[in-house]
Antibody, heavy 124, light 106 residues
Framework: QVQLVESGGGVIQPGRSLRLSCAAS????????FHWVRQAPGKGLQWIAI????????DYADSVKGRFLISRDNSKNTLYLQMTSLRADDTAVYYCARGDIVVVPAAGYYFDSWGQGTLVTVSS | DIQMTQSPSSLSASVGDRVAIACRASQSIRSSLNWYQQKPGRAPKLLIH???SLQSGAPSRFSGSGSGTDFTLTISSLQPEDFAIYYCQQTYTSRYTFGQGTKLEI
């Protein structure tokens, strides 16, 4: 079955860097786009980054653009999020999510599988 | 970016009730609207995609409707396990914005 397992979270000081990983299993990793979505404590969901199935296309939310880098290693079935210049407002649970496409009865795109999340706390 | 607004922000209901949650987009998103359920301490779970298609494994008491800017998630007969937070999400543009969430509670 589809499994996504995030790791790498923890407590980190402001201005420092951290790399999150998302290990995938149970499906053909290199045929899917992937996303990072975060959720600050007690708040809603915020999409932050996408990477295409082959890593050739990436996009970011304005709040993390220039500070975060999404990447993937298809040989290791693993997604990454390199976070730099961390700020207190980056404190959140970070989820990886798989993107999938449907074409019938209507074209659509959705996040059909999610990891359990990893908590990043930015604090001095 | 497209803004997604859900109403109400919270909703009290009882087991067996029929409830509806609304989601409005700041511009037309055609049918590019998904609904997720999130329980405390858990990852979101896809319920409805493309406005009205029930995700495999989701109970049939969940249904979605709408297109353009106005959408609705309906639960036909609330079950105890349905008390959770529900989020809509647009995937019409690549900045995949979510609504602020609707907390469904007893």
């Amino acid at each position: 079955q589809v499994q996504l397992v995030e790791s790498g979270g923890g407590v980190i000081q402001p201005g420092r860097s951290l790399r999150l990983s998302c290990a995938a299993s149970g499906f053909t990793f290199n045929t899917y786009d992937f996303h990072w979505v975060r959720q600050a404590p007690g708040k809603g969901l915020q999409w932050i980054a996408i990477i295409s199935y082959d890593g050739s296309n990436k996009d970011y939310a304005d709040s993390v653009k220039g500070r975060f880098l999404i990447s993937r290693d298809n040989s290791k079935n693993t997604l990454y999020l390199q976070m730099t210049s961390l700020r207190a407002d980056d404190t959140a649970v970070y989820y990886c999510a798989r993107g999938d496409i449907v074409v019938v009865p209507a074209a659509g795109y959705y996040f059909d599988s999610w990891g359990q999340g990893t908590l990043v706390t930015v604090s001095s | 970016d497209i803004q997604m607004t859900q109403s109400p922000s919270s909703l009290s209901a009882s087991v067996g009730d029929r409830v509806a949650i609304a989601c409005r987009a700041s511009q037309s998103i055609r049918s590019s609207l998904n609904w997720y359920q999130q329980k405390p301490g858990r990852a979101p779970k896809l319920l409805i995609h493309t406005a009205s298609s029930l995700q495999s494994g989701a109970p049939s008491r969940f249904s979605g409707s709408g297109s353009g800017t106005d959408f609705t998630l309906t639960i036909s007969s609330l079950q105890p396990e349905d008390f959770a937070i529900y989020y809509c999400q647009q995937t019409y543009t690549s900045r995949y914005t979510f609504g602020q969430g609707t907390k469904l509670e007893i």
